[in-house]
């Protein structure tokens, strides 16, 4: 297969949408004028949508007022942008909605183990997702497709999950047409395997607002508060999900969970923690690229240098809380994979996981890892040229603010275990 020529974007401050993405954007925008930010008027549209009013516990309320305020005052949304968010958070109120209706229906599903979970743990661009869907495919493990993610459970009226798919399907031809170069940073397709992260946002809780949109103040108030009731959440969600669709041995990951490793363990105290680590400079060089590219979906004027030091400071937080916190994961119950180890052997970086975890490791799991990877080739998209400059940072800036966790994690001969 030949693939394409990497690109650089040079177009971070002052986005160029193809063609075919005028008529959407125009159609967003039109939408969004006619739409309040407020948790009243959210709330209100999920109520209505659905016909349901128990909200389960009510301390997301405070979240969704200090996140309101945050995208009306701090966003510096498009009107498209608000179009955006608005379905975005309706949808998460929504979920909320018929998860607890669910429940009162069925009370057994909070019987349901959520049992010996396995947690990738690391930032983006430290082979988390590539990882995550070669153990995603091995059919003895529960995943979270894409589409599940989005809509975890469904409407009365639907009696087969194909009218998600299908919104979701819809959605990512949104994307691809908005955004035709993300996909060379992280594909997303409507069965991949996706973070729980969004099943948190449904608690209005965790990093996926920060990722998406420019809201400080709201990520300062889930730094500044216990993450434990919303986790709690996020184990409800999973136990109602192997009600609705089986499996009994979940495969997850997030970013997130690098500085919440004290509260992760709780709450899956018998869990196997894989832990992944990359040259902290590159992880932000990157990631934060594929962030700033990302804002021009919602932002009416992004910018690429604000982004990088934002980025700069919450990249900080969550290597920081690795080195903090990273004796708080069992010595027995977790794995260290370094980027290049896993590059150099997958397989064997695969077989130590697994033996860790207790998962068999057989010949048809393997055969499905091949599958995967003969299916979906990595870079078959195309490459990003990705540059410091681009977004504002200085290279010995980022070195120095990350060399705690450089030399916690990279500078011994093999961090494949601890």
Excluded at 112 to 123: E, W
Aim: charged share 25%.
């Amino acid at each position: 297969m030949t693939r394409p020529a990497a690109i650089r974007f040079t177009d971070l401050a002052d986005p160029v949408y193809p063609p075919a993405a005028q008529p959407i954007r125009e159609a967003l925008a039109a939408y969004g004028q006619t739409l309040e930010l407020s948790p009243a008027a959210l709330l209100t549209a999920a109520g209505e949508r659905t016909g349901l009013s128990d909200w389960g516990d009510d301390g997301f309320r405070e979240r969704l007022d200090v996140l309101c305020a945050a995208l009306r005052d701090e966003a510096g949304l498009s009107d498209a942008g608000t179009a955006v968010v608005f379905e975005q958070l309706v949808g998460n109120l929504v979920n909320r909605l018929r998860l607890e209706a669910l429940i009162s229906a069925r009370p057994e599903i909070l019987d349901v183990p959520v049992d010996r979970p396995i947690i990738i743990c690391g930032l983006p661009r430290t082979g988390t997702t590539h990882l995550h869907n070669l153990i995603a495919a091995d059919p003895g493990l529960r995943y979270l497709p894409y589409w599940e993610s989005l809509e975890p459970f469904p409407a009365p009226d639907e009696t087969d999950d194909q009218p998600r798919r299908d919104r979701c399907a819809a959605g990512l031809d949104l994307i691809d047409t908005t955004m035709p170069h993300f996909k060379r940073m992280h594909e997303m397709t409507v069965d991949h395997a996706h973070e729980e992260i969004q099943l948190l946002a449904n608690d209005i809780s965790g990093m996926l607002f920060e990722t998406t949109y420019r809201v400080p103040s709201f990520a300062a108030h889930y730094k500044t508060h216990d993450q434990r009731p919303s986790y709690a959440y996020l184990k409800r969600s999973l136990q109602a999900l192997q009600w609705l669709r089986g499996g009994t041995r979940w495969i997850l990951k997030s970013p997130q969970h690098l500085e919440q490793f004290p509260v992760l363990a709780e709450t899956f105290p018998d869990a196997t923690f894989v832990v992944t680590h990359r040259d902290p400079a590159e992880v932000t060089r990157s990631m934060v690229t594929m962030i700033a590219y990302a804002a021009r979906m919602a932002s009416l004027r992004p910018d690429p240098a604000a982004v990088g030091r934002y980025w700069l400071d919450r990249v900080a937080d969550l290597f920081n809380g690795c080195v903090r916190d990273r004796e708080v994961l069992p010595a027995g119950q977790s794995v260290d994979v370094r980027f290049d180890d896993f590059m150099a052997d997958e397989q064997a970086t695969l077989a130590h996981i697994y033996e860790v975890a207790g998962q068999p490791f057989g010949a048809h799991t393997r055969d499905a890892m091949a599958r995967f990877r003969r299916d979906h080739p990595r870079g078959r998209h195309g490459g990003v040229e990705y540059r410091m400059s681009d977004i504002g940072l200085d290279p010995d800036e980022v070195a120095e603010r990350l060399s705690a966790y450089r030399a916690r994690f990279l500078s011994a001969p093999n961090s494949r275990s601890v």
